[in-house]
């Protein structure tokens, strides 16, 4: 595909796209090894790419760079022009990699494998104690309830079909819990699409209000000079 194409595994910003939606992305080049190994080998480990690619031909865009991460452009600054984004020496990309989201998935599976772990245990405890109390003392209410169904009594079997039902019924909880956590992590990748998106544009639109409040054209200077124009205005604040 042609244009430049940002080398972050997870990015699909290229340099087409991003002139296209007039998107105030920009490219940078990885850093020369004899400028920073260091950077460079941590610019290339977090693009968390599975393929080969040469970092040399290749550029990472600038939704991976917090604000710090550039140098001031004070010139530009001053007179109120496009900042020229010039990124620090030791500039590494920390934004949008991919990293928080698998951190978080992890993070959020170690959770629900321990509260899984947990219920489990708390039911086979529940029924465990409740086996053991009918063995000793039959049952009332359950015992009368099993009873219907089976005038030969037998306490265990009916425990055991309430565990399987139990079970059946954690299975399917653990369906469910499965599903919504798959539809967790579809909404959160959404959600960081749109705010990748609503980034670029409040870049677009603050650099637009920027060009239109710094452009105001004097329509006299073309008639008066400067202290011309200066003698006029006193006159006028005079009269007032
Ligand atoms: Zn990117």
Redesign the pocket.
């Known amino acids: 595909m042609p244009g430049r194409h940002?080398a972050?595994a997870v990015?699909k910003?290229n340099s087409i796209a991003v002139r296209l939606n007039n998107a105030n992305i920009t490219f940078h080049r990885f850093p020369k090894a004899k400028v920073s190994k260091t950077a460079r080998a941590e610019w290339i480990r977090r693009c968390q790419r599975a393929d080969k690619f040469n970092p040399d031909t290749s550029q990472?865009?600038s939704?991976?760079f917090c604000e710090t991460d550039y140098e001031r452009d004070l010139q530009n600054e001053l007179l109120n022009l496009p900042i020229k984004k010039r990124l620090k020496k030791d500039a590494i990309p920390t934004l949008?990699l991919g990293l928080e989201e698998k951190k978080s998935n992890s993070a959020i599976q170690r959770n629900e494998r321990a509260a899984l772990k947990q219920r489990k245990l708390e039911i086979e405890q529940i029924l465990a104690s409740n086996i053991e109390a009918c063995d000793v003392v039959p049952c009332d209410v359950e015992f009368v309830e099993c009873s219907v169904v089976n005038e030969v009594d037998d306490s265990n079997e009916c425990w055991k079909e309430k565990y399987q039902q139990l079970l059946i019924d954690y299975k399917e909880l653990e369906r469910k819990y499965e599903e919504l956590q798959k539809k967790h992590i579809e909404e959160k990748q959404d959600l960081l699409v749109l705010q990748k998106r609503l980034r670029s544009q409040n870049a677009y639109y603050k650099c637009k209000t920027l060009n239109f409040k710094t452009y105001q054209p004097n329509p006299f200077s073309k008639i008066f000079r400067q202290n011309q124009m200066d003698l006029i205005l006193k006159k006028y604040e005079g009269i007032n």
Do not use: E, K, L
Request: charged content about 0%; proline content about 0%; glycine content about 0%.
């Open positions: 940002c972050v990015c910003n990472i865009c939704i991976h949008y």
